[in-house]
């Protein structure tokens, strides 16, 4: 491959202004978005050169600013502009597309957050899986963790957040006992989340997941709107650990991958076989939603 089109086909960001390729890209260090992780952000996915449910990921960005009172300097329709440049500029067809808003940096010698400018900024780069495809068609080895998420007494979950050391010590444990992957559970021992996902278990034609303490993905939401339509009885409630570890099928849900089984918990296999019957379904009609003009926003002219 030519040495500028591997470099174009890296990515492409959005920082103060102007495009760069990604491996250029680079925020001022005094952002608080970095130094307090005093941000929000969200990830919308492209596929075959579609976006999928942009709408959704606009408008849980918008509310996600409100929630920590930032101030895009661009509009709805700008920041969907550049969306669409960063990716047009990429030249990819399957991305990973992020948009950001942070705090930046309080007036020359004052830490008052209303002096802020607040910044905003967006990349896109190749499709990102968060299991492997040999980890899709085993399923992922999870690990129950004992760490608690932040609670949303402290930060509030439905806010997109990089508020993720939680996840971090999470993530490790989960290394150290040959798992790939952690759940991580509320003040009363209930799963909630992991790194980048939401988590359901399948029991019988029940499907139970979280109702709340957790960011409302735009993942979940789709399965939740296929379950209810194939017929599946839905609980979102709390879901404790035995009864995780007890399901006849588990998945964890994100936009990066969608819909991805869980083959062990805590290196006890989940269910008799991976992908389970209702998972599989899910993920056919998933992708199948990639395809409909309802879900799917092209990015390229
Ligand atoms: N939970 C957390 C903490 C996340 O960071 C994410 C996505 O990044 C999700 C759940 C899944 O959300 P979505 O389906 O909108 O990608």
């Given at each position: ?6 470099k174009?086909?890296a990515?492409?960001?959005?920082i ?7 491996a ?21 996915h492209l ?60 007036a020359p010698g004052s ?55 939680d ?5 490790f ?30 029991h ?33 409630t ?10 006849d099928e ?10 991805m ?9 989940v269910?008799?076989q ?11 009609a ?16």
């Open positions: 491959m030519p040495q500028n089109q591997a174009t086909h990515g492409t960001a959005f103060e202004g102007r495009y760069l390729p990604i250029e890209a680079a925020i001022p260090i005094e952002d608080w978005g970095f130094l307090h992780s005093d941000a929000t952000y969200d990830v919308v596929w075959n050169g579609h976006f999928f449910r942009l709408e959704e990921h606009l408008t849980r960005f918008q509310e996600s600013m409100k929630g920590l009172r930032l101030n895009c300097p661009y509009s709805r329709e700008q920041i969907g502009d550049i969306l669409k440049e960063c990716v047009q500029r990429s030249g990819l067809k399957d991305a990973y597309v992020e948009m950001i808003c942070t705090r930046g940096q309080p830490r008052d957050l209303r002096t802020c400018r607040n910044r905003f900024y967006a990349f896109a780069v190749p499709f990102i899986w968060l299991a492997n495809e040999e980890q899709r068609s085993r399923g992922l080895h999870l690990s129950i963790s004992e760490t608690e998420r932040i609670s949303p007494k402290a930060v509030n979950p439905v806010i997109k957040n990089y508020h993720w050391l996840f971090v010590r999470g993530l444990d989960a290394y150290d006992r040959g798992a790939e992957t952690a759940v991580l559970v509320d003040g009363s021992g209930n799963v909630i989340e992991g790194p980048g996902f939401n988590i359901f278990a399948v019988g034609n029940r499907l139970t997941t979280p109702a709340s303490g957790m960011l409302e993905g735009i993942t979940r939401r789709t399965v939740l709107e296929l379950a209810a339509e194939s017929g599946l009885e839905i609980s979102e709390a879901l404790p650990t035995d009864r995780l570890r007890q399901a588990a998945f964890i849900s994100s936009t990066a991958g969608g819909i089984p869980i083959g062990t918990v805590d290196t006890r296999p269910g008799q991976v992908p389970g019957r209702i998972t599989q379904n899910l993920m056919n998933y992708w199948a939603l990639h395809d409909d003009p309802n879900f799917a926003t092209p990015a390229y002219d």
